[in-house]
T-cell receptor, first 111, second 116 residues
Framework: DAGITQSPRHKVTETGTPVTLRCHQT?????MYWYRQDPGHGLRLIHY???????DKGEVSDGYSVSRSKTEDFLLTLESATSSQTSVYFC??????????FGQGTRLTVV | DQQVKQNSPSLSVQEGRISILNCDYTNSMFDYFLWYKKYPAEGPTFLISISSIKDKNEDGRFTVFLNKSAKHLSLHIVPSQPGDSAVYFCAASGIGSGAGSYQLTFGKGTKLSVIP
């Protein structure tokens, strides 16, 4: 397995609370991504990073923010969780122009 | 608007036979295509890729074919095995100078069931 660790692996939270998901890599890859997987939608890009403090929005970025203060860590924050953000979240990493490697996922339930 | 389409949500194949999974794309700027396999409760794992300068790439039982004029690619698995039962995602990325060109755009996936 590529050196990617997502934490937590499972989380249940209440509507309106802030939530932060963490992705940690040991591969020193430049690119990091956050995707969400939902039935009928496949994998959709939320945000991505192409370097420390360099981030950009993906297809479904509303309600999410990210930060990357170190090469190895990419944080995804839901400022005020909603039920529509119940999903499985995957972090991925890649070197430039190559395939991406995915973490094991975080299952988030917003009640 | 969906840029990567997998029109078959599911596919069932007998063990030992060929599995063919299809994928269509609309963005002509895509130049690198990948297939991922996903088991339940696990992250997607990279399977095989192909660059737009090629029309075929083979790795063991897995072969990916690319038809650029038709904007179509397919994944062939021969022979299919029960352990191949999983969801298969097609993905694409583009060249270009922007960092965003390296992001992967995924299809919705095809669930393959290989029947013993």
């Amino acid at each position: 397995d590529a050196g990617i660790t997502q934490s937590p692996r499972h989380k249940v939270t209440e509507t309106g609370t802030p939530v932060t998901l963490r992705c940690h890599q040991t591969e020193n890859h430049r690119y990091m991504y956050w995707y969400r997987q939902d039935p009928g939608h496949g994998l959709r890009l939320i945000h991505y990073s192409y370097g420390v403090k360099d981030t950009d929005k993906g297809e479904v970025s509303d309600g999410y923010s990210v930060s990357r203060s170190k090469t190895e860590d990419f944080l995804l924050t839901l400022e005020s969780a909603t039920s529509s953000q119940t999903s499985v979240y995957f972090c991925a990493i890649s070197a430039m122009g190559s395939e991406a490697f995915f973490g094991q996922g975080t299952r988030l339930t917003v009640v | 608007d969906q840029q990567v389409k997998q029109n078959s949500p599911s596919l069932s194949v007998q063990e030992g036979r060929i599995s063919i999974l299809n994928c269509d794309y609309t963005n002509s700027m895509f130049d690198y295509f990948l297939w991922y396999k996903k088991y339940p409760a696990e992250g997607p794992t990279f399977l095989i890729s192909i660059s737009s300068i090629k029309d075929k790439n083979e790795d063991g039982r897995f072969t990916v074919f690319l038809n650029k004029s038709a904007k179509h690619l397919s994944l062939h698995i021969v022979p299919s095995q029960p352990g191949d039962s999983a969801v298969y995602f097609c993905a694409a990325s583009g060249i270009g100078s922007g960092a965003g060109s390296y992001q992967l755009t995924f299809g919705k996936g095809t669930k393959l069931s290989v029947i013993p």
